[in-house]
């Protein structure tokens, strides 16, 4: 009995760390863990052609439900995660951007930064060094980055949205072959107003009418095979 039991209290003992180290491994994932994850998941059923096009941001990208069929004929790829900044982004450079060899970037990113208390400058910094990473692997990428929105959900954070625009617009004016899109001041009035009408429920995220806005902006930019 007394075998029994002692073989009984070492498989506890035994299955309990085991979870213990389950449980640690999935807390030292870094953040998006899942969602890369799954992109590489994606890309395994049906590998994307290199030298499309990779569109890769926060949840305004991801939630761009026609934007692979919109440009299906310039070979889009959406690499958008919901929540993501661009500190994300350049964590994950080589899984979303360079993996692909894309003729073209385009990034819409930086709005969760500054959400979530990043200053303009520090919100330049980081898109600096998700495009210093871009460029490192493929040093004449076109890259085009969107204009960071103003949302009536965020209005606390206009003022930084501006600034920030403006940095990273003035940054990338001294490389080549890199576009600067705005949007945010297509989707107000002429009075320089928000339009709600342009958001769902929660005044953040876009419905289509918005996207169209971005279609109509960034379309010209794009390359065509």
């Known amino acids: 009995m007394k075998t029994n039991h002692l073989s009984s209290l070492l498989f506890a003992l ?3 760390f085991a979870g213990t ?13 899942d969602e890369i994850s ?4 994606q890309d395994s059923i049906s590998v994307p052609a290199k030298g499309g096009i990779v569109f890769v941001g926060s949840s305004s990208v991801r ?4 934007l692979e069929k919109l440009y299906k004929a310039y070979g889009a790829i959406n690499r958008g995660f919901g929540g993501s900044t661009l500190k994300d982004a350049a964590y994950y450079t080589k899984e979303l951007v360079s993996v692909y060899k894309p003729r073209q ?18 919100t330049l910094n980081r898109f600096a060094t998700f495009f210093t990473d871009i460029r490192n692997n493929q ?16 209005t606390r954070i206009g003022a930084a949205i501006l600034h920030a625009n403006s940095l990273i617009k003035e940054y990338l004016s001294h490389y080549p072959n890199t576009q600067f ?4 001041s297509k989707m107000k009035t002429a009075g320089g107003k928000l339009r709600p009408e342009l958001f769902r429920d929660d005044m953040l995220h876009m419905k289509p009418a918005g996207y169209a806005i971005w279609a109509k902006e960034l379309t010209p930019y794009l390359l065509k095979k």
């Open 21 to 33: 180290t389950v449980v640690r491994a999935q807390q030292n994932r870094p953040p998006f863990y």
């Open 139 to 154: 040093p004449d990428v076109p890259v085009i980055f969107i204009s960071i929105k103003e949302s009536p959900s965020r």
């Open 181 to 184: 899109v705005e949007v945010n």
């Open 105 to 122: 970037v385009v990034i819409y990113s930086g709005e969760n930064d500054l959400a979530a208390g990043a200053s303009s400058i520090e």
């Open 14 to 16: 035994l299955f309990a």
């Open 38 to 41: 799954q992109f590489k998941k």
């Open 63 to 66: 939630m761009w439900s026609d």
